[in-house]
């Protein structure tokens, strides 16, 4: 038990500090340059003033070319191109304050830009530094041993000790005392009762316990947060992309007016004032801010969403596609008859069906095995099991071929006695089957959430017009929950590839975004312009293709992502329309000579800072 934490250790202060002062080190140097040239110059010194105030210049315009030359040989070209021209015409007019201070601004601005993307994704970073690297194994002769991660099989004993991180996905084999808000995003200890199945990721909160693993590191539910959360990074999101096209305009719009105003005047200082004032583009300082705080504030909300591109279209959406099991209903189905063919009981229908289920990660396949398991049924190992996404599983277990799931072709009549009873009853029906035919019927209750109808008002409020609910269940029962929660359009007995093609179909007309816990759902969430799998069900190969993962099985945490994608995207469009706005009426101003060049400077300089500092706000609650 002396063993250390298997996580990342901690980094140390002192190197954070350095990571600090290195983020502002630029911004710094330049602003003791600027300050060095005026002490010089009040000080009768002007020639001392103005060789200060060059080497701000150059220090910052050395960058500026590179980045410039770097974006023109990838075809790509934007402000960088105007920054350069300032910095280079301030030093060609001999204008050395006003090129010092679009150094400052510059460099302000970038450091702020850095600023907000450290700010903004350290909860992700939390996340890494979480990922466990070792689990305690327990060998054959009964002695503990520190293994890692890759070696960590299913089936294996661990022992995870006070204030561990839970290494792998697997079911308690005594009860333990959870800090599950790193997963979950609550704050609650939670108390896990001896067979419930236990997420990694989630950290021991109390006296050491064991565990046997159900999968490996690779498909656990913590691993596939840790591989979005690597790529939860402020990739560029249309909003920017669309700054750069605003750029290809930007740039020549910016240059003749500068022209114009030097032809009309003859004063070449007017031209490089109005380069001065468009240096840089608060479009492209706003809106990488906004969206990467729009990350991690999903993120902190129990939202981990792929890149700002995904936030940005998710900020937009107005249609919602939603499976129904899993997410509209509890999740957790339960076994409430089993119906039998002649001269077969009830458990070894449901023997048969919980073992060939034991590997499947649906939540009906664990309802299942927990029904058998909670009747002290034994079950048996299978092989040569298969999944047919929509269809059903199937393999042998103790020689015989099992098939469980749907059932094709005419059916026996004891089976239509127990379908018709099913929809009734408006209960799901899970078909055993084997080589001669069908062996008996599992009917299943899952009722709908209670925050169910609650959480689509909630996805309305938060901007989406048009909720689908799909699934491969009976119309039935699909109309049964879609009439208690209020959905406007139920889609029933839906293949995965009619799934797609209706994503397909609501794609063509608006935004929209598909819900699924499944992996049949994994087509059809690659198909939406943002796929959100309810990722704490394990479900690994929907959360691979999803755009969002909700690492806890509550739906209400897509309406808290859709408004916070609002408001960040809101605070974009809005940063940026202001701060383009003022930069061109200063333009103007200094087209016509009304402004010089330093007086340009510290203009922009405060048109930056104010529109950045806005874009900063996404990280706080929306009122």
Known sequence: MGEPRECVPEQPARVEQGRRLLLWAPLLGLTALVLAGAAARLAGRPGVGDLLWVA????????????????LRHRRYGVDVIAVLALAGSLGVREYLAGAVIAVMVATGRALEAYAQGRATRDLRALLARAPRTARRRAPDGTIEVVPMDRVAVGDVLLVGPGDVVPVDGRLDEAATLDESVVTGESRLAQRPAGDLVASGVLNAGAAFGMRATRDAAASTYAGIVRLAREATARKAPTVRLADRYAVAFVPFTLVLAGLGWLVSGDVVRAVAVLVVATPCPLLLATPIAIVSGLSRSARHGVLVRDGGSLELLGRAHTLLVDK???????????????????VTG????????????????????ALVEEARGRGLALAEPVGVTEEPGRGVRGRVDGREVRVGQVDGPLPEWAESARARAEGAGRSVVWVGGE??????????????????????????????????????????????????GVDDVVARCTPAEKVDRVRAEVDRAVTVMVGDGVNDAPALATAHVGVAMGATGATASADVADAVLTVDELGRLADAVEIARYARRIAVQSATVGMGLAVLAMF???????????????????????????????????
């Open 436 to 485: 001669a035919g069908p062996l008996g019927a599992i009917l299943l209750d899952d009722p709908v959430r209670p925050d169910a109808p609650r959480t689509v008002e909630r996805l309305r409020a938060a901007g989406l017009r048009r909720i689908v609910m799909v699934t491969g269940d009976r119309r039935e029962t699909a109309e049964r929950v879609a009439r208690a929660v």
């Open 56 to 71: 701000a210049t150059v220090t910052a315009l050395v960058p500026a070319v590179v980045s410039m030359v770097r974006d």
């Open 347 to 366: 458990d070894e229908v449901l023997r048969l069906a919980a073992s060939v289920e034991q590997l499947s990660p649906h939540v009906l396949a664990r």
């Open 589 to 623: 101003v200094a087209a016509i000579g009304r402004l010089p060049p330093v007086g340009g400077a510290f203009l922009q300089e405060g048109i930056d800072v104010l529109v950045i500092l806005n874009a900063l706000r996404a990280l706080l609650k929306p009122r």
């Open 325 to 343: 099991t899993g997410t509209l209903t509890a999740g957790r189905p339960r076994a409430a008859e089993t119906v039998t063919a002649p001269d």
